[in-house]
């Protein structure tokens, strides 16, 4: 007799307003099997996602579990069906310990801790993991974190698993440890489905990839029998290219020059310390650490958005030759000594776009003080931002739409295409690819090289490190607030930036 699907979907349909998110999506995942989803930037990957694990509800289709159709309103139906997702942003109690955090919710009347430890500590060993259930989740790393997650799905009887870009804020040490707890599980008989934008994990992962394009089921493969290129057509329509261009630096410049520095928090805490580096002209200066080790800080402090306690930042003009130290200069300030540093942040709807906006307007922030008169000039920014929408094929209904109706990789191009076009002598970028698919992060690289042979000094932190060795020309890896090592991109690997993302202020290894 045939085994059933673990989870089946037949014609799923999930629509908001005029914007069809899934359409006709026909699925089935087994037990005993690793699944990858791929997809595009609004391929409609963690809406279908969301609609097994309760968050959405299709407007038509069917839900089969085991062969039984089954209605999922609700993430407590859910996980009646043993359904559990992890999502990419934790949802965790911080001043709570693992233990509290994983029955946190659950109906059993008064808790008893000392059981549920016990029941946590059988779970990690069955599968590998490390986890003290009494450590409080504001002292953990993102790994940690990540482990109570899928713990407290587990813990609640899981046995069809949903993670969404699993990797993304792990070394490649952390990695291999999920893998390896995965492949584990798989092995158990559970059912796992990862979202995720890394096509060497999908291949090294999975047992077989199902891949969505525009809302639509396009088809699935086995991993064993594909590669990156069938799998990027197959997302895309269309062959591109998956090398990154590097070109030798040329006349490279001393153009910013970091020294001694060093910044405190509100509280006290010192998140950057004796932080000394040069970023030079022509050249692609790479950042790598774990989440929150000080990068965007570091960022924030050269742009004039983070108090400097000690040290300077020096910025050396490529047409005078003078020097300004920017420390604790304000970001008008900065501007107004002539400096052209362009800064793409991290939070790109906090700090770097206006939701509520329109792509016009967003591109006036950068000049509407050029203003002569009273009266705002638009012509300019709106054919900008047309040219914006036209060369980094930006999918909006046209430049007057609101910024926040665009879809994250679409806010980034419209993000990157600003401060690019503000001309900078030095451009940093803070994860400019995070949650972007694979066409519109190549597109983002190529935009970053092109602005390194224009002499441009970039500053790119990102967290891929296959992407740093090959798009960067140095990488300096920042641990816990303070440089760690810089090494050669062409020469380096990942393990060996993950090693320094690992060491600890005395320079010792973390376990």
């Given at each position: 007799?045939?085994?059933?699907?673990?989870?089946?979907?037949?014609?799923?349909?999930?629509?908001?307003?005029?914007?069809?998110?899934?359409?006709?999506v026909?699925?089935?995942?087994?037990?005993?099997?690793?699944?990858?989803?791929?997809?595009?930037?609004?391929?409609?990957?963690?809406?279908?996602?969301?609609?097994?694990?309760?968050?959405?509800?299709?407007?038509?289709?069917?839900?089969?579990?085991?062969?039984?159709?089954?209605?999922?309103?609700?993430?407590?139906?859910?996980?009646?069906?043993?359904?559990?997702?992890?999502?990419?942003?934790?949802?965790?109690?911080?001043?709570?310990?693992?233990?509290e955090n994983?029955?946190?919710?659950?109906?059993?009347?008064?808790?008893?801790?000392?059981?549920?430890?016990?029941?946590?500590?059988?779970?990690s060993?069955?599968?590998?993991?490390?986890?003290?259930?009494?450590?409080?989740?504001?002292?953990?790393?993102?790994?940690?974190?990540?482990?109570?997650?899928?713990?407290?799905?587990?813990?609640?009887?899981?046995?069809?698993?949903?993670?969404?870009?699993?990797?993304?804020?792990l070394?490649?040490?952390e990695?291999?440890?999920?893998?390896?707890?995965?492949?584990?599980?798989?092995?158990?008989?559970?059912?796992?489905?990862?979202?995720?934008?890394?096509?060497?994990?999908?291949?090294?992962?999975?047992?077989r990839?199902?891949?969505?394009?525009?809302?639509?089921?396009?088809?699935?493969?086995?991993?064993?029998?594909?590669?990156?290129?069938?799998?990027?057509?197959?997302?895309?329509?269309?062959?591109?290219?998956?090398?990154?261009?590097?070109?030798?630096?040329?006349?490279?410049?001393?153009?910013?020059?970091?020294?001694?520095?060093?910044?405190?928090?509100?509280?006290?805490?010192?998140?950057?310390?004796?932080?000394?580096?040069?970023?030079?002209?022509?050249?692609?200066?790479?950042?790598?650490?774990?989440?929150?080790?000080?990068?965007?800080?570091?960022?924030?402090?050269?742009a004039?958005?983070?108090?400097?306690?000690?040290?300077?930042?020096?910025?050396?003009?490529?047409?005078?030759?003078?020097?300004?130290?920017?420390?604790?200069?304000?970001?008008?300030?900065?501007?107004?000594?002539?400096?052209?540093?362009?800064?793409?942040?991290?939070?790109?709807?906090?700090?770097?776009?206006v939701?509520?906006?329109?792509?016009?307007?967003?591109m006036?922030?950068?000049?509407?003080?050029k203003?002569?008169?009273?009266?705002?000039?638009?012509?300019?920014p709106?054919?900008?931002?047309?040219?914006?929408?036209?060369?980094?094929?930006?999918?909006?209904?046209?430049?007057?739409?609101?910024?926040?109706?665009l879809?994250?990789?679409?806010?980034?191009?419209?993000?990157?295409?600003?401060?690019?076009?503000?001309?900078?002598?030095?451009?940093?970028?803070?994860?400019?690819?995070?949650?972007?698919?694979?066409?519109?992060?190549?597109?983002?690289?190529?935009?970053?090289?092109?602005?390194?042979?224009?002499?441009?000094?970039?500053?790119?932190?990102?967290?891929?490190?296959?992407?740093?060795?090959e798009?960067?020309?140095?990488?300096?890896?920042?641990?816990?607030?303070?440089?760690?090592?810089?090494?050669?991109?062409?020469?380096?690997?990942?393990?060996?930036?993950?090693?320094?993302?690992?060491?600890?202020?005395?320079?010792?290894?973390?376990?």
């Amino acid at each position: 007799m045939e085994q059933k699907p673990a989870i089946e979907l037949r014609n799923i349909t999930k629509t908001f307003g005029n914007v069809v998110a899934n359409r006709d999506v026909n699925l089935k995942v087994n037990r005993g099997e690793i699944l990858s989803i791929l997809g595009e930037n609004g391929s409609g990957k963690t809406t279908l996602m969301n609609m097994i694990s309760g968050i959405y509800f299709p407007d038509h289709g069917q839900i089969f579990i085991d062969g039984e159709e089954v209605v999922i309103r609700s993430p407590k139906d859910s996980f009646k069906y043993k359904i559990g997702m992890i999502h990419q942003h934790f949802k965790l109690v911080d001043v709570f310990s693992a233990a509290e955090n994983i029955v946190l919710g659950l109906n059993e009347g008064k808790y008893n801790l000392k059981a549920s430890t016990e029941r946590i500590k059988e779970i990690s060993a069955q599968y590998g993991f490390e986890l003290d259930p009494e450590k409080k989740i504001y002292t953990m790393s993102v790994s940690e974190k990540q482990t109570v997650e899928i713990i407290k799905v587990l813990y609640r009887g899981a046995d069809i698993l949903i993670l969404d870009e699993p990797t993304a804020v792990l070394t490649p040490q952390e990695t291999e440890k999920l893998f390896a707890i995965l492949r584990r599980m798989r092995d158990d008989g559970k059912c796992i489905i990862i979202i995720t934008h890394k096509l060497h994990e999908v291949l090294s992962l999975s047992d077989r990839v199902s891949v969505l394009r525009k809302g639509e089921y396009v088809g699935t493969v086995e991993t064993a029998n594909t590669n990156e290129s069938e799998l990027t057509e197959m997302m895309v329509g269309k062959k591109i290219s998956l090398n990154i261009e590097r070109s030798e630096p040329e006349n490279t410049q001393p153009r910013l020059i970091v020294n001694d520095l060093e910044c405190i928090d509100r509280n006290g805490v010192k998140i950057l310390d004796d932080i000394t580096f040069t970023a030079n002209s022509g050249e692609i200066l790479g950042i790598a650490g774990i989440a929150g080790s000080g990068q965007r800080e570091l960022l924030e402090a050269i742009a004039g958005l983070q108090q400097v306690q000690f040290g300077e930042i020096v910025y050396n003009d490529p047409k005078t030759g003078k020097e300004e130290n920017l420390r604790n200069k304000t970001p008008m300030q900065i501007r107004d000594l002539g400096v052209r540093l362009s800064f793409v942040p991290e939070d790109r709807l906090g700090m770097g776009l206006v939701g509520n906006m329109d792509i016009t307007d967003n591109m006036m922030l950068r000049s509407y003080r050029k203003g002569k008169s009273i009266f705002l000039e638009r012509k300019g920014p709106k054919d900008l931002a047309q040219h914006i929408i036209e060369d980094l094929e930006v999918v909006t209904p046209g430049a007057s739409t609101p910024v926040r109706r665009l879809s994250g990789g679409n806010v980034q191009k419209v993000l990157v295409g600003r401060e690019i076009a503000a001309a900078p002598t030095v451009l940093m970028a803070a994860y400019p690819v995070r949650g972007l698919d694979i066409n519109s992060s190549y597109l983002i690289y190529n935009l970053l090289n092109e602005q390194k042979k224009k002499g441009v000094a970039v500053i790119f932190v990102g967290e891929d490190l296959d992407v740093l060795t090959e798009l960067c020309d140095r990488i300096m890896v920042i641990g816990s607030g303070r440089i760690t090592g810089i090494v050669d991109g062409r020469n380096t690997t990942k393990e060996e930036i993950g090693l320094l993302m690992t060491k600890t202020k005395d320079g010792k290894q973390n376990d």
